[in-house]
């Protein structure tokens, strides 16, 4: 099998290459990712500038190249990049990134949206995340990871993206493995003035515990969470409210 791995938080962070060493044992690695920093961009795209593509040396992967675009980007640059090479990705993974993508934050996702990107070609697409912006416990994203393998490929149609969440836990800490829908993930959001600037920040509000099965409940309380997303947003319930109201 061939992988293609993305990722947001850049080339050189922990979280790719231990993906890419876990799907190693599995088929041939290549990997296209942000040549730095890029998290919560979302589902942004280069369209007005070209974009730099750089190959570099990565231990885990056959192909590995740098890009100066966005995750989404990189997705599509590493499936032409791939072609070039009369290649296709079976499948792609988004990640490991450093921090949770759950609840609201799934919109803002560098992560989900590189594997978004790759629903939209067809090919099945996994976002794998751990639960801390300084995280030491991979082994259990990337034995899920391993898992999504053998379990889906084949089976579960490319138009919906699997997002993995763990805890930063040892893997012999977690408690298990729950399927979940999205929940709520919410911050104490302010600006605070820098010079003439100001900076967005905020910490997150720890959930509420109303819902105890959602991505952010489960994972806040020591489970893995696997959440199946479409990117169809419509709230289909509300349709037939609306064309009464504007009859």
Not at 83 to 102: A, C, Q, T
Request: charged letters at 25%.
């Amino acid at each position: 099998m061939n992988f293609l791995l993305i990722n947001d938080d850049g080339i050189n962070a922990g979280g790719i290459h231990q993906l890419a060493k876990a799907l190693g044992e599995l088929g041939d690695v290549y990997v296209c990712a942000p040549h730095t920093q890029r998290s919560t961009t979302g589902h942004g795209i280069t369209l007005f500038k070209p974009l730099k593509v750089k190959e570099i040396h990565f231990k885990e992967a056959v192909k590995a190249w740098e890009c100066n675009g966005f995750p989404a980007d990189c997705t599509k640059m590493g499936i032409f990049m791939m072609e070039k090479l009369g290649l296709k990705p079976d499948m792609i993974f988004s990640g490991i990134n450093h921090g949770g993508n759950m609840g609201h934050d799934t919109l803002y996702s560098g992560t989900v949206a590189a594997a978004a990107e790759g629903s939209y070609f067809d090919i099945l697409s996994v976002a794998v995340s751990v639960d801390s912006h300084e995280p030491e416990n991979f082994e259990m994203a990337c034995d899920l990871a391993c898992q999504t393998v053998k379990n889906c490929y084949g089976k579960v149609k490319p138009d919906v993206v699997i997002n993995i969440n763990t805890p930063d836990l040892p893997k012999d800490e977690i408690k298990g493995v729950k399927f979940s829908h999205i929940g709520e993930r919410r911050y104490t959001d302010h600006f605070e003035p820098i010079e003439d600037n100001y900076q967005l920040v905020g910490d997150l509000i720890p959930y509420d515990g109303s819902d105890e099965n959602c991505d952010a409940y489960l994972v806040e309380n020591g489970y893995a969470s696997i959440t199946p997303l479409k990117m169809d947003l419509t709230d289909k319930d509300s349709i037939k409210m609306l064309e009464e109201m504007y009859r």
